[in-house]
């Protein structure tokens, strides 16, 4: 992790796309809480599906083995929860969303992107959020199977928006012609949540 000091809770610095390590309201931790809204699901790789529909061409279903023949990548990343805490410089494995969606046809009419998951939950971006800012389906945290309570076998990982825009127990995603909200966002909390201008709530 990265260096900060301890009594300022603060990682000085800007990152790579230009803005302050430390988001405005965040205060540094080493620490990796778990907050989660309702049960903890547990899902063998074995079961492990990955569905693709709505404004596609042709909708797609992966097994976990298929998954995993898409490139790999590892990207060193801030994680930026809401509730005003930021890890730094850890390291995530997985599939980035710029390359698994060279496998997906899409319709033009595609303009955001619901993310599903195993126990209901729901999140939205923008496509244009998921081109552009590494957003990365991981299974791997610092070289080591991600663990269930932080959304493993996989979750999508969001480094530029707060931690809810990337859904844990990833199974699925929705492509859409207009913007719907997910479950936080329908409960009060701001859809494009862009740490840095701190759009916590709606």
Known sequence: MALFDPKKRFVPGVNSFGKP?????QV????????????????????WR???WGEVEEPKLWTWEEFMKFPQTTIRADFHCVTRW???????????????????KLKPTARFVMHHAYGGYTTNNSLEVM??????????????????????????????????????????????????????EMNGYNTPADPWKEERYG
């Open 86 to 104: 930021s890890r730094f410089d850890d390291d995530w494995t997985g599939v980035l969303f710029k390359n698994l969606v060279k496998f997906i």
């Open 131 to 184: 081109m552009d800012e590494d957003v990365i389906f991981a299974h791997t945290f610092n070289g080591q199977p991600l663990p269930p309570d932080h959304g493993g076998p996989m979750r999508v990982f969001t480094p530029r928006r707060y931690a809810w825009k990337g859904a844990k127990w990833v199974n699925g995603l929705e492509f859409l012609a207009n913007d719907s909200p997910g479950f936080w």
């Open 50 to 52: 990955f569905r693709v």
């Open 21 to 25: 390590r430390t988001p405005p309201g």
């Open 28 to 47: 540094a931790t080493a620490k990796f809480p778990v907050l989660t809204y309702g049960e903890t699901p547990k899902i063998d790789t074995s079961v």
